[in-house]
């Protein structure tokens, strides 16, 4: 016996209904009679019953017109209507497809015949809920798709903006614009040798968040405690404080494309870092060419000005020797070892001058090399 089912039995006769009712409760636990239209779609108005044998001669409401009342009811389909009536002309089964109905049996009939039938409509209400179960997960299952694809489309866009950024808090600044278009509350923190950043949703995050992030960082690549979930990498982390765990198709995508953004944003990291490197080299290089040419420019100066005090001092010696030599009464012989004397320092002085303008020519050399370098 099918105890799921309710048939409704609506007839004028009280002799139709007897024997309907003693063909169904053989084989249905929810047989229910109605004796007119309008008492059939009061009951409909309760609850819907799974079949309805309507009778198309009745008074007041017909059976074709209470199956078109009975549709405006069941706007999903959930009813099958078949009637039942003395008339079975091609004429009557046209007007009983118009108003809605899944079958006709025409009277007389024996038991069997409309058991099978109505064997045969509950099969095809079976048929009809299995389809609309697929059509149901295809759509959802199609949305699903348009959503990844969707969401994968802003990842690759929001990736490749990052790969051009050259700024920390302008990487953080795009990470934030996916993360809100996700409607995810979250937290980033950037850390490299030399500087630090820990922002929530692209301002100032709490002491206690940077300090958790800090502590979290040494954990698992992926380490969730109640509603939040931190993912981890080399020189950023990540803190989501309300991932959608009710939304398990939602959770599940971002568990995957997480990761993925965390590495794009730890390598964008990795290349500023080497860029800002690469500047503060050439900063340094430049302040160093610039000290140097101040010593070089400086350091001839020098030797410049210990060129021409030499050369000062050696003519007034000289000057001084050839006026004092033939008032000391010394021999030939002493005169020319002294004069002869004076003209080697002076061309050792001579020669430690040429020495320092080389050194001077090196060092522009250097600078030029540096320059190069550069």
Known sequence: MNNSKRILVVDDEPLNREIMIEFLCDEFSQVEVAVSGEQCLNICRKE???????????????????????????????????????????????????????????????????????????????????LRSS?????????????????????IRIMEEMFLVTGYEELAENYFEWSQSMELNSCIRIKTDNFELCLANNVSSTPIERELMELLASKERIFSFDSRTQFNAARVQILVKNMPKDDEAKYGRLIDTLPVILTGIDKCITRIYELNLKEQQQKNIHETIAEIRTISSHTSRTFEEMQNDI????????????????????EDDQEKLIMKLADDCLGKSHKATDIGCGIRADLDKIILLLQDIS
């Open 48 to 130: 819907l019953p799974d079949i309805i044998l309507l009778d198309v001669n009745m008074p007041g409401l017909d059976g074709y017109q209470t199956c078109l009342q009975l549709k405006e009811l069941d706007d999903e389909n959930k009813t099958s209507v078949i009637f039942v009536s003395a008339h079975g002309q091609a004429e009557d089964r046209i007007e009983g497809y118009k108003a809605g109905a899944v079958d006709y049996l025409v009277k007389p009939f024996e038991p069997e015949e409309l058991l099978q039938i109505i064997n045969r409509t509950l099969a095809y209400q079976d048929d009809v809920s299995d």
């Open 135 to 155: 059509v149901a997960n295809s759509n959802k299952v199609a949305f699903s798709a348009m959503t990844v694809s969707s969401e994968l489309g802003e990842i």
């Open 311 to 330: 050369l000062t001092v050696f003519n007034e010696f000289q000057s001084s020797l050839d006026w004092e030599i033939p008032r000391m009464g010394l």
